[in-house]
């Protein structure tokens, strides 16, 4: 099999799931499908919601003690938690992984599915996850974190792409090469200059700030200010950019 890495999920972690996944769903246009209960072993529960074929998930603690919880008391709610790569060997990436002393957290074992976490405090800023679902070539086939009837639920008449996701450090270049060895993919500066990291379906950027973090995603929308209406009418504070939701700005792109 070729190598191949793409942008398959991110991950958000509320203090509830309600309403932050109603209320994302409802401002972008987007469908919920699918509750994972097997991330209750983990003291959590989730939603699903599919943005074309990436996937946008948000998980909340439902006890104490969680890994989750202490992320949201330790970033002071900032949800930026997790970002998760569909490739071709997990397992060889993990081992690439430990050569640059990033250690593996947690396997995922869900066949067809297989996924490798590893560390946060060894990727900085977020988790990284690596996974691969056997016999499923096709973006739009088998994805079990998301369900069997995933695709089913994509909508894209209001939001059409994840199309970039932004994370902060206090020295920028430096975790965009720390990732970028990580994932075996070279640094670019964008046309703002920022430090990029470039997959076949979004970009990572990486940017100025006081801690390590993921802070912003951006969406390619058909209509942004219909959208930040939207926000306005479910309460959520707006942007110029869009609307701050589960501790990440959500910016629109048209």
């Known amino acids: 099999m070729a190598p191949f890495l793409r942008l398959r999920q991110i991950c958000l972690v509320a203090d509830a799931i309600e309403p932050a996944a109603s ?8 469908n919920i499908c699918y509750r994972d209960p097997h991330v209750g072993k983990y003291g959590l529960e989730n939603v699903l919601i599919p943005v074309d074929t990436t996937l946008l998930e948000i998980v ?24 998760i790569f569909c490739c071709d060997d997990p397992d060889a990436r993990s081992r690439h992984a430990a ?22 405090r060894d990727c900085r800023a ?5 996974n691969h679902t056997d016999g499923s070539d096709n973006i739009r086939g088998a994805y079990p974190p998301a369900g069997p009837d995933w695709a089913n639920a994509i909508r894209t008449d209001t939001t059409q792409a994840l199309v970039s996701v932004e994370l902060q450090s206090p020295d920028p270049a430096d975790l965009a090469a720390h990732w970028g060895r990580i994932l075996e993919l070279p640094v670019h500066a964008g046309t703002d200059g920022v430090a990029e990291l470039q997959l076949p379906n979004a970009n990572l950027r990486f940017v100025r700030g006081d801690n390590e973090a993921m802070t912003a ?16 009418a479910q309460g959520v504070a707006t ?13 629109l792109s048209t």
Do not use: C, W
């Not at 104490?64 to 997790?82: D, V």
């Not at 995603?217 to 306005?232: N, P, S």
């Open 99 to 120: 050569t640059l002393g990033v250690r593996t957290a947690n396997v995922i074992d869900h066949a067809p599915y297989h996924g490798v976490q590893l560390h946060p």
């Open 126 to 130: 977020a988790f990284i996850e690596l």
């Open 23 to 30: 209320q994302i769903a409802a401002i972008l246009g987007l």
């Open 239 to 251: 942007t110029s950019a869009g609307f701050t939701l589960a501790g990440v700005e959500f910016r």
């Open 217 to 232: 995603l951006t969406f390619k929308v058909a209509d942004a200010a219909k959208i930040r209406e939207a926000a306005k």
């Open 60 to 83: 909340a603690p439902i006890q104490p003690g969680t890994a989750a919880g202490r992320f949201l008391e330790k970033t002071g709610g900032r949800g930026g938690y997790m970002a």
